[in-house]
């Protein structure tokens, strides 16, 4: 059974500072992977999606997997104060009904300026 | 396109009553997905349905919730005799047909049971 644990729990970054998110998987056999963002009352909006051991790019957002040791990194570049927000890593599984999403418990992040 | 629609966005019962919450998805979707979120265990599977069908309702507790889709532009989760425990904020979600992956999230329903 998949299971995902995000690090740290919170993070607090400068304005313009690289901030670094961590999300470690228990079963190397998933190949989807998503980092989410979730703004205070708001709903899951993706940021970056990515299949393939590597790097891949959106915007500000950059997400490295390495299947081999279970981790998915996002780093965000230049971080803004409008960043703040909970950020969730997501696999994807497969299962008897189709794909299902397995979510870590999130990373709070809160940039000041 | 609206994104999916969730309502009330905010809902406050006392114990023992019953909670209805409403989901619209994003037009053409025809998968669609309940999910709890809470502080303390994060964002928890509920049920899924596809075309309208339930297809796994394994993260559903077992008593007093239940999940509908009537037709393609809706779907109902409904708990009754809800107790404080209950309190999260509930997200739906939709997807493309074949696409249970990429799924598009409403901005949820936050239920207050005191």
């Known amino acids: 059974q998949q299971k995902v644990q995000q690090s740290p729990e919170s993070l607090t970054v400068s304005e313009g500072a690289m901030a670094s998110l961590n999300c470690t998987f228990s079963d190397r056999s998933s190949d989807n992977f998503r980092w989410y963002r979730q703004h205070s009352g708001k709903g899951l909006e993706v940021l970056v999606s990515i299949f393939s051991d590597g790097e891949k790019e959106e915007g500000s957002f950059t997400a490295h997997l390495n299947r081999a040791s279970l981790h998915v990194f996002l780093h965000i570049r230049e971080p803004q104060p409008s960043d703040s927000a909970l950020y969730l890593c997501?696999?994807?599984?497969?299962?008897?009904?189709?794909?299902?999403?397995?979510f870590g418990q999130g990373t709070i992040l809160k940039v000041y300026l | 396109n609206a994104g999916v629609i969730q309502t009330p966005r905010h809902k406050v019962t006392g114990k023992g009553q019953e909670a209805t919450l409403w989901c619209e998805p994003i037009s053409g979707h025809s998968a669609v997905f309940w999910y709890r979120q809470t502080i303390v265990q994060g964002l928890e599977f509920l049920t899924y349905?596809?075309?309208?069908?339930?297809?796994?309702d394994s993260g559903m507790p077992k008593e007093r919730f239940s999940a509908q889709m009537p037709n393609q532009s809706h779907s109902t989760l409904k708990i009754q005799s809800t107790q404080p425990q209950d309190s999260a904020v509930y997200l739906c979600?939709?997807?493309?047909?074949?696409?249970?992956?990429?799924?598009?999230f409403g901005p949820g329903t936050r239920l207050l049971v005191l």
């Open positions: 979600a939709s997807s493309l047909r074949g696409r249970q992956d990429t799924q598009y």
């Open positions: 349905f596809r075309n309208q069908a339930p297809i796994d």
């Open positions: 997501a696999v994807s599984i497969g299962t008897s009904s189709g794909q299902k999403l397995v």
